[in-house]
């Protein structure tokens, strides 16, 4: 069977991008079992409540939902279990001493395959204020609004 090529998502973490001002992104791989990725292949994962933590030198992802592999037997996975991620020595330790220096934290923004292997991106984020988030809204409804105008003056409706 040949390797599938490209990008496929599985699941995305919207809220994230709401609640964090993403400075960076880092893009990693998942310790998985069998059955995880099986079920990941389906399309079925949740990153809600999900984040990434330093523990031991090592960066681990908590609280991603995986559901159990409906033709799984005794060998099916705990959905919610701790997960391995899977980067250089080099990109944990930056990861790590900015979270702890800086009041920044790790969250998952999406899960992937690229390329036959499965993924998860990481985003170092910064926790947003109420205020941030009226103000990204009302941007995003100024720009919204904008582009409707150019397209209606583009279409000879507005004077």
């Keep these: ?6 990008r496929k998502v599985v699941a995305s973490n919207k809220k994230a991008r709401h609640d964090y001002a993403i400075l960076d992104t880092y893009e990693a791989g998942m310790a998985l079992t069998g059955t995880e990725v099986k079920s990941l292949r389906a399309g079925r994962a949740s990153l809600v409540d999900a984040f990434a933590q330093e523990r031991d030198g090592e960066l681990y992802l908590h609280g991603m939902h995986i559901p159990e592999y409906t033709q799984g037997t005794w060998t099916n996975h705990e959905p919610r279990r701790t997960r391995k991620l899977l980067l250089k020595r080099l990109e944990i330790d930056r990861l790590v001493g900015k979270t702890r220096e800086s009041g920044l934290t790790l969250v998952p923004l999406q899960v992937y395959f690229h390329d036959g292997w499965a993924k998860v991106e990481i985003g170092l984020a910064r926790g947003k204020k109420a205020y941030d988030k009226r103000q990204d809204l009302a941007k995003r409804d100024a ?17």
């Design 143 to 159: 720009e919204r609004e904008i582009t409707r105008a150019v397209g209606r003056r583009g279409k000879g409706m507005d004077e």
């Design 1 to 6: 069977m040949p390797r599938e090529k490209g």
